[in-house]
């Protein structure tokens, strides 16, 4: 099981929950100034420190050199929000460390030489810091961190510096998005100290009605006030969300049902699906889905769909490297074939 199969509270407006932390080890430069003496040494001395991890979580940790995994399941990390753009784009010197549930993630000599995360499904912002917390301190037990009195953990963007902790709800939000609400929405968060940005965070573009909306201040409140800010306004973003989603509902009737059924009936039968209207598509999917009006599927399946639709894992699902039109070919043979056996497996139950 993993964030994208699992169920968890609120995952009709939520999809995951995340906790990132950012830490460095005092006296080796930071990864931006290191050797490559240093960032073997990082790695092995990380490793190392979650040896005996097992005995104290149950969890055991794959390790893995960035640069002996493969190009496609390198991207497929990316795909699934486990591992970042910057990690694979040091591919030569990081390194990653991921638990069995694919849960908790450590990555090694990305912007920092450690940047843990724990992912859960649904709105579970506590549970996440309560887990990966656990993780930090067992680290932090076999290395130290480098930290000043006043300023807190130290990392090489100052913006991290502090915490060094990035909050962040992963929020599918498709009625607020058709309303038009969301610009003053992104406005407000902000002036709270808080940011949104695409499915794939930094830069990328909020595909499918996803965004993520994370704390930008890491310097002067604690964890537990950071994650109590988040989850406050969050809360907020998803009851808008949910009485939006009932409002077109209530104002559009039968329209508003076509739409999502257009949208579910041209996955079942396309033969060329481009990401971004496969993302347009599934995400409407989703909202019938998770307002009960496309029975059949969960949520669950849904987002394994929408993890099953991105590029890499098409290649690896295919077995081969493809150019642009063949990803479009083979996503919609993909997800027509996903579909069907989705189906299947619920009649015969």
């Known amino acids: 099981m993993s964030w994208i199969n699992e169920t968890g509270p609120g995952r009709d407006v939520v999809l995951a929950s995340r906790i990132r932390i950012a830490r460095n080890i005092a006296d080796i430069p930071f990864p931006s100034a290191m050797q490559a003496h240093h960032a073997a040494e990082v790695a092995e001395n990380v490793r190392k420190s979650l040896n005996h991890i097992r005995a104290e979580t149950g969890s055991s940790f794959a390790f893995m050199y960035i640069r002996d995994v493969p190009v496609v399941e390198r991207q497929i990390l990316v795909e699934k929000h486990l591992a970042s753009q910057d990690l694979m784009q040091n591919h030569e010197v990081s390194a990653l460390l991921l638990d069995s549930e694919e849960?908790?993630?450590?990555?090694?000599?990305?912007?920092?030489?450690?940047?843990?995360?724990?992912?859960?499904?649904?709105?579970?912002?506590?549970?996440?810091?309560?887990?990966?917390?656990?993780?930090?301190?067992?680290?932090?037990?076999?290395?130290?961190?480098?930290?000043?009195?006043?300023?807190?953990?130290?990392?090489?963007?100052?913006?991290?510096?502090?915490?060094g902790?990035?909050?962040?709800?992963?929020?599918?939000?498709?009625?607020?998005?058709?309303?038009?609400?969301?610009?003053?929405?992104?406005?407000?968060?902000?002036?709270?100290?808080?940011?949104?940005?695409?499915?794939?965070?930094?830069?990328?573009?909020a595909l499918g009605s996803i965004y993520q909306i994370s704390n930008q201040i890491t310097l002067g409140p604690s964890e537990e006030e950071l994650i109590n800010n988040l989850t406050i306004i969050c809360r907020q973003i998803v009851e808008k969300e949910r009485i939006a989603r009932k409002a077109l509902h209530k104002t559009s009737g039968m329209q508003f049902e076509d739409a999502l059924w257009r949208a579910y009936g041209i996955l079942q039968n396309a033969r060329v699906l481009e990401l971004k209207e496969f993302m347009a598509f599934i995400s409407q999917m989703r909202l019938g889905v998770g307002m009960g009006l496309i029975p059949d599927f969960s949520l669950e399946d849904v987002d394994t769909l929408m993890t099953a639709g991105q590029p890499a894992g098409i290649m690896k699902k295919v077995g081969r490297a493809l150019d642009d039109s063949e990803i479009d070919i083979a996503r919609a043979d993909i997800i027509r074939d996903a579909l069907d056996e989705i189906l299947k497996s619920k009649n015969n139950l």
């Not at 499904?121 to 290395?143: R, T």
């Not at 909050?167 to 949104?196: C, F």
Request: glycine share 6%; hydrophobic share 40%; with cysteine.
């Open 103 to 163: 849960k908790i993630v450590v990555m090694i000599n990305e912007e920092d030489h450690i940047r843990a995360q724990c992912i859960l499904p649904g709105f579970q912002l506590n549970q996440a810091w309560e887990k990966l917390n656990h993780v930090d301190n067992i680290i932090e037990k076999n290395i130290e961190y480098a930290f000043h009195e006043q300023l807190g953990y130290l990392t090489c963007c100052p913006t991290n510096v502090g915490t």
């Open 165 to 205: 902790m990035r909050s962040s709800v992963m929020m599918h939000l498709p009625a607020l998005t058709a309303n038009k609400q969301m610009n003053a929405i992104l406005q407000t968060i902000s002036k709270v100290g808080l940011t949104a940005r695409g499915i794939y965070g930094e830069g990328s573009e």
